[in-house]
């Protein structure tokens, strides 16, 4: 069995980056197998994290989704954001094994308004010391091994974070729901905006949040990522920016 990570920042990629493995063919962990920690490989066993975290009763726990083929298992690790660095840093120094046994790292993360090449930078400069290879561009695949990459969504060109990706996904799953959350959303006046106090792509968060409401009422944007068809066959055919990211981990996984 091959081993492999890919490190996320949040709950929202980690359920968009394991759709699209499953579209790739690989099982979760958790559906197939009820997530018993009886049944996990034991190459993972070091990721359980411990209740309370860091001493704090209301901190999330970090257990990674595991998702595996006949020939990989690999763990989706959602770093807390801005902290993915150093989360994934503290992982890889305690455990030497995930730095010797890996056949694949990978980072999919957020542009937002950046230079994609300015938003790999942090992740290349610390990655370096544990895969010399780490590439330096996003999009980019390198081949040794490990093969290691990181992706900056949406498309390692444009700025945009992952709810833009996935309302272009939207635009094709589900065009009529996306024009009446759009319309909604529309209304809210440049004042009201501001009030709100809305950051940057915070109205694709809230257009996907709309349409997700109806989808799967009274539950989250990551439930509807995982369970509804934002990604699927017929998005991957007709979204590129989606198509791209999919090229990219069948690089990363080697896998067809």
């Not at 298992?73 to 801005?82: K, M, P, T, V």
């Amino acid at each position: 069995m091959k081993y492999a990570i890919i490190g996320v920042e949040g709950p929202h990629d980690q359920a968009f980056t394991g759709k699209v493995l499953k579209l790739l063919g690989f099982k979760d962990f958790r559906e197939e197998l009820k997530g018993l920690k009886s049944d996990l490989d034991p190459f993972w066993r070091k990721f359980i994290p411990v209740y309370p975290k860091k001493g704090n009763l209301y901190k999330r726990l970090d257990m990674p989704s595991i998702l595996f083929n006949d020939t990989i298992s690999l763990a989706i690790y959602a770093g807390e954001g801005s902290n993915l660095v150093t989360n994934l840093d503290d992982i890889l120094s305690a455990n030497p094994e995930y730095q010797t046994n890996l056949s694949a790292f990978g980072i999919v993360v957020d542009c937002d308004k950046s230079p994609p090449d300015r938003i790999v930078e942090p992740y290349a400069n610390k990655f370096r010391s544990y895969f010399p290879n780490f590439p330096k561009f996003p999009g980019v695949v390198d081949t040794n091994s490990p093969r290691t990459g990181i992706y900056v969504l949406p498309d390692n060109q444009r700025p945009g974070v992952l709810d833009t990706l996935v309302c272009e996904c939207g635009e094709i799953a589900y065009p009529a729901y996306m024009e009446r959350a759009r319309s909604y959303l529309d209304k809210f006046s440049e004042e009201e905006k501001k009030s709100l106090n809305l950051k940057n792509f915070d109205l694709d968060k809230a257009l996907v949040a709309t349409v997700a409401s109806v989808l799967t009422p009274g539950l989250t944007n990551t439930v509807s990522i995982a369970r509804n068809n934002w990604v699927s066959e017929q998005t991957q055919q007709q979204v590129p920016a989606l198509a791209n990211f999919i090229e990219f981990l069948r690089q990363l996984l080697e896998v067809s």
